[in-house]
């Protein structure tokens, strides 16, 4: 449905979780439409319970008065121990949760939320320079295979 791609170029993604969104029936046909963005979004920890904030999930076009906010704070799905786990990595080593994608997954929707750690300027540089060393090879080995 959607991905983050900008949370791997200004984060690292030490670990993956796969939750559950609470939506209501408007936003899930917009979602199906791909009309949500994860560009600016982010999770916090409130209460014993996770919200995702920042997430925009466009209105749905034939849905009138049931709309809702389309950046309301959604709850998302997790075990307990999941999140104790991660409000003690946050609290204590600096880690963030971003958004990674959506997707649909035996009929409901599921988001992967990321622990990150801020990148530096220079390892976003590195990030570059070695992604742009990974195409040049690959662009190599297939030259080389076509002759």
Same mark, same amino acid.
């Given at each position: 449905m959607? +991905?983050?791609?900008k949370?791997?170029?200004?984060?690292?993604?030490? @670990?993956?979780y796969e939750?559950?969104?609470e939506?209501?029936?408007?936003?899930?046909?917009?979602?199906?439409?791909?009309?949500?963005?994860?560009? $600016?979004?982010?999770?916090q920890?409130?209460?014993? $319970?996770?919200?995702? @904030? &920042?997430?925009? /999930?466009?209105?749905?076009?034939? &849905?009138s008065v049931?709309?809702r906010d389309?950046l309301?704070?959604?709850?998302?799905?997790?075990?307990?121990?999941?999140?104790?786990?991660?409000?003690?990595?946050?609290?204590?080593? &600096?880690?963030?949760? /971003?958004?990674?994608?959506?997707y649909?997954k035996?009929g409901?929707?599921?988001? +992967?939320l990321g622990?990150?750690? &801020?990148?530096q300027a220079?390892d976003? *540089?590195?990030?570059? !320079?070695?992604?742009? !060393?990974?195409? $040049?090879?690959?662009? !190599?080995?297939?030259? *080389?295979?076509k002759?």
């Open positions: 959607a +991905q983050n791609r949370a791997f170029h200004d984060y690292f993604v030490e @670990e993956r939750c559950g969104i939506l209501f029936g408007t936003e899930v046909k917009s979602m199906r439409a791909g009309k949500v963005s994860l560009k $600016e979004s982010w999770a920890i409130r209460n014993k $319970e996770v919200f995702v @904030e &920042g997430m925009h /999930i466009s209105p749905y076009e034939h &849905g049931f709309n389309p309301r704070p959604k709850r998302l799905l997790l075990h307990k121990s999941e999140i104790r786990k991660l409000d003690s990595l946050i609290a204590r080593q &600096g880690y963030t949760l /971003i958004p990674l994608e959506i649909l035996d409901r929707m599921k988001l +992967q622990l990150c750690k &801020g990148k220079h976003k *540089r590195d990030s570059i !320079a070695k992604r742009d !060393a990974d195409r $040049e090879i690959q662009r !190599a080995l297939r030259n *080389r295979q002759t």
